[in-house]
């Protein structure tokens, strides 16, 4: 794709950045067969070329021959694409000329946020989500608030808001390093409140095989969340709070474990993200290094068993659904892994179409986006329930609320791999 982008632009880091991006682009439109907004709403521009045209546009200038209004509206029809875009990141997984797609959607947003201006409910929605969400301290308090007035608040929120969760007696995590390999889990943000069972389950699940999983104190988002809003200032700050925290024990550590894929998506990319600060590149570099999904290491154990059984008996094999999040197979190209797994524990897979497509969820989607979501989410239940499935199983915690309406129990993968 040919471009041109001021000069002023293209001397900039991210400028020359989102040029080479633009390039690489050959246009072909392969990845709108796997776009779910394309899919649902059949506009060009809900796809991921269009978008990609309205982010060149935007990076352009427009030409730089429009008149004020006329550029302010052009602002506002980029904002409304990329706004309904999931960042799932499908687009990327097809694409024969690899276009880093989702790096190139952070640079329009953000570029959409600095240029246009947004209505005073929207402004106080993003704000209040970017700030709420990620917040460890007081997303627990007014979570749990909002699940008693529940009835009070708006019907977007009311259907975001988590379920309270059973009761989880919390296994024993290490508080002295020993000899045996570590892995310092993360406890994220909306997880460590609405399914504090997979943090449980994962625990068990690592010290069964020998190894120490352990927590560390003030660790908290990983600054995705606020990434996909837009706001990457507040986003460089949670990475910046995680880094700290994980620095003293870093070196001990034989890995970096994320529990919910959405997270780990984003800390594996904390060298990139911060590549140009120069406090935390190398640390971002080393922790991104380390970082594994579970079903990484999982899978890792697994290999080294040396022939040994792999897991302690498991009871009666369930029929499961395996939903894999599009930040794990999208983002972390992570598949086969987790089917592999579930299936050597003596569960059995059902069949389900359309796997590749988001359920809606996509971080704050199904609270900004949500007639879109609830269609996503209607199309994922039916293929997911259509195999009559036992319980569906996925590996990020937005998917598992978002499902939680279905039939059966929605739970994350690893606790169907670990005795209570
Ligand atoms: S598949 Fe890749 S190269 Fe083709 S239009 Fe989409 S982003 Fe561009
Ligand atoms: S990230 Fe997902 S929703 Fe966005 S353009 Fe790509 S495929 Fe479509």
């Not at 899919?39 to 008149?67: N, T, V």
């Not at 991104?288 to 579970?294: E, G, I, P, Q, V």
């Not at 389900?352 to 199904?366: E, F, I, P, R």
Request: glycine share 8%.
């Amino acid at each position: 794709m040919r471009t041109h982008l001021s000069k002023a632009r293209l001397a900039t880091a991210e400028g020359g950045r989102a040029n080479a991006m633009l390039r690489s682009c050959v246009h072909c439109g392969m990845c709108n067969a796997v776009c779910p907004t394309y899919q649902a709403l059949g506009d060009e521009l809900d796809g991921p070329r269009g978008r990609i045209y309205l982010i060149k546009g935007l990076l352009e200038d427009f030409g730089g021959g429009d008149s004020g209004e006329s550029v302010k509206e052009s602002v506002k029809v980029v904002q409304t694409h990329l706004d309904r875009c999931l960042t799932c990141r499908a687009c990327e997984t097809v694409c024969p000329s690899a276009v880093p797609y989702g790096e190139l959607l952070e640079i329009g947003r953000a570029e959409v946020e600095r240029r246009a201006q947004r209505g005073s409910w929207d402004r106080l929605l993003r704000w209040g989500l970017g700030w709420l969400v990620p917040n460890v301290r007081w997303f627990p308090r007014l979570a749990r608030l909002g699940q008693w007035f529940r009835w009070a608040l708006p019907r977007r929120l009311a259907a975001a808001l988590p379920k309270r969760p059973e009761p989880t007696a919390e296994p024993a995590v290490a508080e002295q390093p020993s000899t045996a390999p570590q892995a310092l889990l993360l406890r994220g943000c909306v997880q460590r409140e609405a399914t504090p069972a997979t943090h449980a389950a994962a625990i068990r699940y690592l010290n069964a095989r020998g190894v120490e999983a352990m927590e560390v104190a003030g660790e908290g988002c990983c600054g995705g969340l606020n990434l996909h809003l837009g706001q990457s200032e507040r986003a460089l700050a949670a990475m910046r709070r995680n880094l700290d925290a994980l620095r003293p024990h870093l070196a001990q550590a034989q890995w970096v474990v994320s529990t919910a894929s959405g997270c780990g998506v984003t800390v594996k990319d904390y060298g990139r993200l911060l590549a140009d600060d120069a406090a935390y590149a190398e640390l971002a570099t080393q922790v991104a290094a380390k970082t594994r999904d579970l079903s990484e290491v999982a899978l890792e154990l697994l290999e080294n068993r040396d022939g040994a059984p792999s897991a302690a008996p498991l009871g009666r094999g369930r029929k499961v659904a395996w939903h894999p999040s599009c930040t794990l197979q999208h983002g972390q190209r992570l598949t086969g892994i987790v089917e592999r797994l579930l299936a050597e524990a003596g569960h059995e897979l059902v069949p389900v179409k359309d796997a590749h497509l988001c359920c809606g969820s996509a971080g704050t989607y199904s609270v900004l986006q949500p007639e879109l979501a609830q269609r996503l989410r209607q199309d994922k239940l039916a293929n997911l329930t259509a195999g009559r499935p036992d319980v569906i199983a996925t590996a990020n915690v937005g998917c598992q609320m978002h499902l939680a309406s279905a039939a059966c129990p929605v739970v994350h993968w690893v606790e169907l791999l670990t005795p209570d």
